[in-house]
């Protein structure tokens, strides 16, 4: 089932770092995490391998998870993205989803999704549901 993702209203081009952080309430990824537009990126939180997407300055942001094995998306790391950001692509058997929906539209797993993630974003937070 997909779930809704709300793009963020606006994306900060600060270095990325690695760290997720984490306050005392909720955990939270700072929007810092996000690359350039078009690229993905791969971040761990609370053990949890999630995929942060932007495209064109919206968020999205799915489990690191592929359906065709269940595997990571992307063992050799860095963006899965293509150069207009609406394409993602598996590295291991290039199953190929849209960014804004997670749909695989190419590959061994046409027809499946990736899992969505719900989020907010808070004051420069990007705040898992
Ligand atoms: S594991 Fe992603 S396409 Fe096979």
């Not at 950001?85 to 929906?101: D, P, S, V």
């Amino acid at each position: 089932m997909l779930l809704a993702r709300r793009p963020a209203r606006s994306l900060a081009k600060a270095s990325p770092c690695i760290d997720a952080t984490e306050n005392e309430t909720v955990t939270t990824l700072n929007e810092s995490l996000l690359g350039d537009d078009n690229t993905s990126r791969s971040v761990t939180v609370d053990g949890r391998p999630l995929l942060l997407v932007n495209r064109h300055g919206a968020l999205f942001l799915y489990e690191n998870r592929c359906p065709h094995t269940g595997d990571s998306l992307d063992p050799q790391g860095g963006s899965l993205s293509d150069t207009s950001g609406g394409l993602l692509t598996c590295q291991r058997h290039g199953a190929q989803f849209l960014a804004e929906n997670g749909q695989c539209v190419g590959g061994p797993c046409l027809g499946a999704s990736l899992t969505a993630v719900p989020f907010s974003v808070i004051s420069g937070h990007i705040v898992l549901s």
